[in-house]
């Protein structure tokens, strides 16, 4: 009989694609490279943070905001506030945009036990605990600790920038609203009126609106109150501003309050009507940069006084491109050729209280185009493009988390390098991205740092500097109260701007209003 199998056996089950434990073999251009993973490593990715962390708390400035934060959570399973506001100045630092980003940092154990936390906690935990803040408190907390941190540099002579930007949204958030918004018309959006410290780039406070309050009259409460919670002595030399600005009521409120102002007119009709006769037998002067200026006294219809005006104009060189849509069924487009018999000029009027000569009142609002710059950065680079919630009470905590943050690095980033103004997109790769792993040993932990910047070199020698600097300024902290290590901080990171000045602290500071 035989004993032939029905059925014949397949060939033996493959054990390819079945996974296995140990390192992995990846065959690369490079040759072979076997992989593996270790999720209780000591790493992390923002290798040169406690320079930062050192920074703050020599300054006393995270224990001082968190200490002070009025956020109250009596559940025993609920995260800390340090814990809670730690967790969102890492975000903001790693330049995350949304709140679902910190899922990116949960592995995050090292700088997270640097600032005193426990943990990073989960984004959905950051979102909902700031909305048990109430709204009152909680911006009253961050005004107070926004101003804290530039105070010391409000006793030099300052300009206040004030300005505004427009943050697109796209869902159904509170305030969402359609307005102004040049770069996506009809896109509902909210309002930010952030106020700077000219020069500097740092941010005294910031207001979020609904998008259809770009208007001057809706933000010119919230800058009155702001100087009303300056001491006297600390508001600024003159308000900047542009075109939105130049208005009766503004003006004449600076004029009540007795500060100086620098704003843009429109060219109304009446505006029109001075550059005419200043056109005619005005005497040009040059006011830098290839302009020409004029002086004149000019009340407008609605203005209670006459008021001192700088007519600026400019002469176009390069030919320029004519659009004639006059003819319905054909555009006409034409280029006018400019020759030295056809002098054609652009104008610009400022408005002002201030009694220096056109040259400087001009290089003056020119000045102001630097205000543009944070906007950029702060957008693109921190979280006011980001960060967005249904409600618009935590954007407006967001906005100024971000503020003092921003605030906070930008400082820290001078004091690395006083020469100039470094950018996230630059200073975040020098000075706080690079992995390290930490080892213990003996009771000491060792963070070792591996930079692969081009940089690397100059960085090193930077931070070295920093932590000389730091040991220094440690070795006296005893007898220096947090208040005047941070005016000693400020002394070194702004010598530029304070031309090699000390700051000195007063024995006491006057209080904010």
Not at 25 to 39: C, Q, Y
Not at 106 to 127: K, P, T
Not at 483 to 494: F, K, T, V
Request: net charge neutral; glycine share 6%.
């Amino acid at each position: 009989m035989s004993n032939a199998i029905a059925h014949p056996q397949g060939d033996p089950q493959s054990t390819a694609l079945v996974p296995h434990a140990g390192p992995v073999a990846v065959d690369t251009f490079g040759g072979r490279v076997h992989v593996e993973w270790d999720a209780q490593a000591a790493v992390t990715p923002l290798g040169q943070l406690p320079f930062f962390t050192e920074f703050l708390r020599l300054g006393g400035r995270f224990d001082a905001w968190v200490d002070s934060c009025p956020l109250v959570l009596s559940s025993p399973n609920a995260p800390s506030n340090r814990d809670v506001l730690g967790t969102a100045v890492l975000a903001v630092l790693s330049g995350h945009q949304r709140y679902a980003h910190i899922n990116a940092l949960r592995g995050e154990r090292i700088n997270a036990s640097l600032l005193g936390m426990e943990v990073v906690v989960s984004e959905d935990s950051v979102r909902r605990n700031l909305g048990k803040l109430d709204e009152a408190d909680g911006v009253t907390w961050l005004q107070e600790h926004l101003h804290t941190c530039v105070s010391p540099v409000l006793g030099e002579p300052w300009i206040l920038d004030v300005d505004v930007t427009v943050k697109p949204l796209y869902g159904h958030q509170e305030g969402a609203r359609k307005g102004y918004n040049p770069h996506k018309p009809g896109r509902p959006a909210h309002t930010y009126q952030p106020y700077f410290v000219a020069g500097l780039r740092l941010i005294l406070d910031v207001e979020v609106l609904a998008g259809n309050q770009t208007a001057s009259k809706h933000r010119a409460p919230g800058l009155w109150e702001l100087l009303d919670r300056l001491p006297r002595a600390h508001w600024p030399r003159c308000l900047r501003g542009d075109c939105d600005w130049g208005n009766q009521a503004n003006m004449a409120r600076a004029e009540q309050e007795g500060i100086a102002y620098l704003f843009k007119l429109r060219l109304t009709a009446g505006v029109k009507r001075v550059i005419e006769r200043l056109m005619r037998d005005a005497d040009w002067c040059d006011a830098g940069q290839g302009w020409q200026g004029a002086e004149t006294r000019l009340r407008l219809s609605g203005w209670s006084r006459a008021r001192r005006a700088i007519v600026l104009r400019r002469r176009v060189q390069a030919d320029l491109a004519v659009v004639d849509p006059s003819d319905p069924e054909q555009l006409r487009l034409s280029f006018a050729e400019l020759t030295e018999e056809t002098i054609v000029y652009e104008y610009a009027v400022l408005v002002t209280s201030l009694t220096h000569e056109i040259l400087s009142v001009a290089q003056l609002y020119r000045d102001r185009a630097d205000a543009e710059n944070p906007f950029d950065e702060l957008k693109n680079h921190w979280g006011w493009g980001g960060f967005t919630t249904s409600d618009i009470k935590r954007c407006r905590f967001m906005a100024r988390i971000t503020a003092l943050t921003y605030n906070w690095w930008s400082l820290f980033v001078r004091l690395a390098d006083p020469r100039q103004h470094r950018e996230a997109i630059t200073s975040r790769p020098l000075l706080l991205h690079a992995p390290a792993r930490v080892t213990r040993h003996g009771g000491q932990t060792r963070l070792t740092i591996s930079h692969p910047h081009a940089e690397a070199a100059w960085i090193e020698t930077v931070c070295r500097e920093l932590a000389a600097f730091f040991a220094t300024l440690r070795q006296t902290a005893e007898q220096l109260s947090p208040l005047h290590c941070w005016y000693r901080l400020l002394s070194r990171a702004l010598v530029k701007y304070l031309h090699g000045r000390q700051l000195k602290p007063p024995d006491a500071l006057p209080a904010p209003a």
